[in-house]
């Protein structure tokens, strides 16, 4: 069993920057771990994962954000710049066991679990 906790959500101005962090309980190697986000009416969307030494991010925030990991503090964190209006959301760390070849990072219900979310609002 893994329980995850995010923090970090904040109200930040647009072309800001926000660091997300999510840390574990229970065991967590052999586990990639990563974000999703959503928006009101809305499904989960992919945003990065980190699968052993991979990162995946998706399209709309490349070269924005950046997955790190900290295994000893069993910990994911996701630094967030240049934020636009667009970021906002709720972001939900998750984590799914390591993955090779064709598995579906991109789908939220690929991952075992979840964290509560923590609020992002990017004011234009």
């Known amino acids: 069993q893994v329980q995850l906790v995010e923090s970090g959500g904040a109200l930040v101005q647009a072309g800001g920057s926000l660091t997300l962090s999510c840390v574990a309980s229970?065991?967590?190697?052999?586990?990639?771990m990563g974000w999703f986000r959503r928006t009101p009416g809305k499904d989960r969307s992919f945003v990065a994962v980190l699968n052993w030494n991979e990162t995946y991010y998706a399209n709309s925030v490349k070269r924005r954000f950046t997955l790190s990991r900290d295994v000893v503090k069993n910990a994911v964190y996701l630094q967030m710049n240049s934020l636009k209006p667009e970021d906002t959301a709720v972001y939900y760390c998750?984590?799914?066991?390591?993955?090779?070849?064709?598995?579906?990072?991109?789908?939220?219900?690929?991952?075992?679990?979840w964290g509560q979310g923590t609020q992002v609002t990017v004011s234009s």
């Open positions: 229970g065991r967590t190697s052999g586990y990639a």
């Open positions: 998750a984590v799914t066991p390591i993955f090779t070849g064709d598995f579906n990072y991109l789908r939220a219900t690929s991952y075992d679990y």
